[in-house]
């Protein structure tokens, strides 16, 4: 079975561009977060959706963005590209999201986006 | 708010010893806690969980972590460290109350020797 696929996996743009980064979840999961590493830290959330609705966000600006999408693939949108956006942003799926958070998150090998 | 520390940025251990990377966490609720690895350039590998009953976990590679509710610690050990195991280390807790949301420590460099 594939694992979580994300794409692309390296990014290069300039400041004040957008980006648009995608994540397919594992086969039959329908919940999809995204979380951003920043070089030398853990990950920090963004955003978590289950069954195409926003069920969480973490402290981050509103020029990022996600939805998803009727088979739970999911997109990141971050708007005015700024230097500190640069970071390895990682997509999570888990099968469930409603709550039950005994089980654990599932993690693609993530976006590198460079920022200059 | 959920918190998670790892005291440590890096633990050097030599191969064949046994090795421990440390955690404590802040949760309201019941925690439910989480080991991952991070190899260089690649995503989140998950190791292990502690969500209720057994206060020793084992999970993949042979790594174990033992939950201590008293002193809000959830350390990862192995009895045997390989070269093969350096690498990132993050514990990560989520509130049992409810949602998805990981909070993530700062990571730990396991450095394995020979």
């Known amino acids: 079975d594939a694992g979580v696929t994300q794409s692309p996996t390296h990014l290069i743009k300039t400041r004040g561009q957008h980006v648009t980064l995608r994540c397919s979840p594992i086969?039959?999961?329908?919940?999809v977060s995204w979380y951003q590493q920043v070089l030398g830290q853990g990950p920090q959330f963004i955003f978590q959706?289950?069954?195409?609705?926003?069920?969480g966000r973490g402290n981050f600006p509103d020029r990022f963005s996600a939805r998803q999408f009727p088979n739970y693939s999911s997109e990141l949108n971050v708007n005015a590209l700024l230097l500190g956006d640069s970071a390895l942003y990682l997509c999570?799926?888990?099968?469930?999201?409603?709550?039950?958070?005994?089980?654990?998150?599932?993690f693609g090998q993530g976006t590198r986006l460079t920022v200059v | 708010a959920q918190s998670v520390a790892q005291p440590e940025d890096q633990v050097n251990v030599a191969e064949g010893n046994p090795l421990t990377v440390k955690c404590t966490y802040s949760?309201?609720?019941?925690?439910?806690l989480f080991w991952y690895v991070q190899y260089p350039n690649r995503g989140l590998q998950f190791l292990l969980k502690?969500?209720?009953?057994?206060?020793l976990v084992k999970g993949s590679y042979g790594f174990e972590a033992e939950f201590n509710k008293s002193q809000t610690s959830f350390h990862l050990k192995k009895p045997s460290a390989l070269v093969s195991d350096s690498a990132l280390y993050f514990c990560?807790?989520?509130?049992?109350?409810?949602?998805?949301?990981?909070?993530f420590g700062t990571g730990t460099q396991l450095k394995v020797e020979l």
């Open positions: 086969s039959g999961h329908k919940s």
């Open positions: 959706y289950y069954e195409k609705e926003e069920r």
């Open positions: 990560a807790v989520r509130d049992g109350g409810g949602g998805n949301k990981l909070t």
């Open positions: 999570a799926s888990s099968p469930r999201g409603g709550g039950e958070g005994n089980t654990e998150a599932f």
């Open positions: 502690y969500i209720t009953g057994d206060n």
């Open positions: 949760v309201s609720g019941n925690p439910y």
